[in-house]
């Protein structure tokens, strides 16, 4: 059986963090990666305001990007993920059949000054493996 770990990917300085720690424990593990981006249609009035689909090209093609920029040439199995739905829900369920769920301490969200975003918190709480919050160097 793979030792895999699953780790949340959101092009922020925490996530690309994770990324990096989660690279550094596969290694050690031979272990495979799974990178997971999850995303939701934007809540507004106008039907057909924003296409799905294109929606979804955005977020592979983002997710190939944020990967790629933190890991241009992997030593581990990266497996690229997209996830619609609510994030946090999306990263447990990517997590379900995991050995590790690995994230920034915090996002994209904008409360600079908390110590632990909302996913991360979410996650930890209800994730059926074990979670690794990663905080970026430097932040106090």
Request: aromatic fraction near 6%.
């Amino acid at each position: 059986m793979t030792y895999r770990i699953v780790v949340g990917v959101d092009g922020s300085e925490h996530g690309n963090a994770a990324l990096r720690w989660a690279l550094d424990e596969a290694l050690a593990h031979e272990a495979e990666i799974v990178a997971v981006f999850a995303w939701q249609m934007p809540f507004i009035g106008i039907p057909g305001a924003f296409d799905r689909e294109e929606m979804e090209r955005m977020c592979k093609r983002f997710v190939e990007e944020a990967v790629a920029s933190i890991v241009p040439e992997p030593r581990v199995p990266i497996t690229r993920m997209v996830a619609e739905g609510d994030v946090s829900a999306s990263l447990i369920t990517a997590a379900k059949a995991a050995d590790m769920l690995v994230l920034g301490s915090r996002g994209r969200g904008g409360f600079a000054g908390l110590k632990l975003g909302s996913v991360s918190q979410e996650c930890a709480q209800h994730a059926a493996c074990p979670v690794v919050i990663i905080k970026q160097l430097g932040d106090s």
